[in-house]
């Protein structure tokens, strides 16, 4: 079942049985920030925590076609006049949200893992629509925050979450180890 998110966008429930694709998705998003890394270990992520408690949810575009002007005297199928198509093949953006623990309140709280919406079909409010999506489903569960990371060179994401309102509460810090030599 779905429903619309925007104009000739319709967003539905994903499964377990998404786990593949949900893969490709996380591999592109990751391989537009980072083109010379293999992200193949992502199938594993997915296999360790992506069940039914971590919902997944799809954005088809569908196109929405003209019908063609009713006969003299006739009428047409539609109030509108535009009659949707079949959505494609593959969808166009992706969202998958898990559980986290607040560190500092100790309350459950919704997490993304996942945004990620394909470069054709960027700047059309689908980021924007998704993120409101996923703040009614966590309020509606009861969840009083929502979580997310963000990598510093995503300034379009970094964008999009500030003018949500999201707020930068920890930085995740890294230090790469280098194997020790020894002479």
């Given at each position: 079942m779905s429903e619309e998110l925007l104009p000739n966008y319709r967003i539905r429930r994903g499964s377990t049985l998404d786990r593949a694709l949900l893969v490709k998705f996380m591999q592109r998003t990751y391989q537009e920030a980072f083109p010379q890394q293999d992200f193949s270990h992502l199938?594993?992520?997915?296999?360790?925590?992506?069940?039914?408690?971590?919902?997944?949810?799809?954005?088809?575009?569908?196109?929405?076609?003209?019908?063609?002007?009713?006969?003299?005297?006739?009428?047409?199928?539609?109030?509108?006049?535009?009659?949707?198509?079949?959505?494609?093949?593959?969808?166009?953006?992706?969202?998958?949200?898990?559980?986290?623990?607040?560190?500092?309140?100790?309350?459950?709280?919704?997490?993304?893992?996942?945004?990620?919406?394909?470069?054709?079909?960027r700047r059309q409010g689908i980021g924007t629509a998704l993120m409101r999506y996923v703040e009614n489903w966590a309020r509606a569960r009861g969840d009083h925050q929502i979580g997310l990371q963000v990598f510093q060179t995503n300034t379009a994401a970094l964008n999009l979450y500030n003018q949500l309102g999201y707020e930068t509460q920890s930085l995740w810090m890294v230090k790469s180890l280098h194997p020790y030599k020894y002479d």
């Open positions: 199938a594993r992520t997915v296999e360790q925590y992506f069940s039914r408690e971590t919902p997944l949810w799809w954005v088809d575009f569908v196109e929405v076609e003209q019908e063609e002007a009713p006969e003299a005297g006739g009428e047409s199928n539609s109030k509108l006049g535009v009659s949707p198509s079949l959505p494609s093949s593959s969808p166009i953006a992706g969202l998958w949200v898990g559980n986290a623990i607040d560190q500092v309140q100790g309350d459950r709280h919704a997490h993304i893992f996942l945004l990620y919406v394909v470069p054709e079909h």
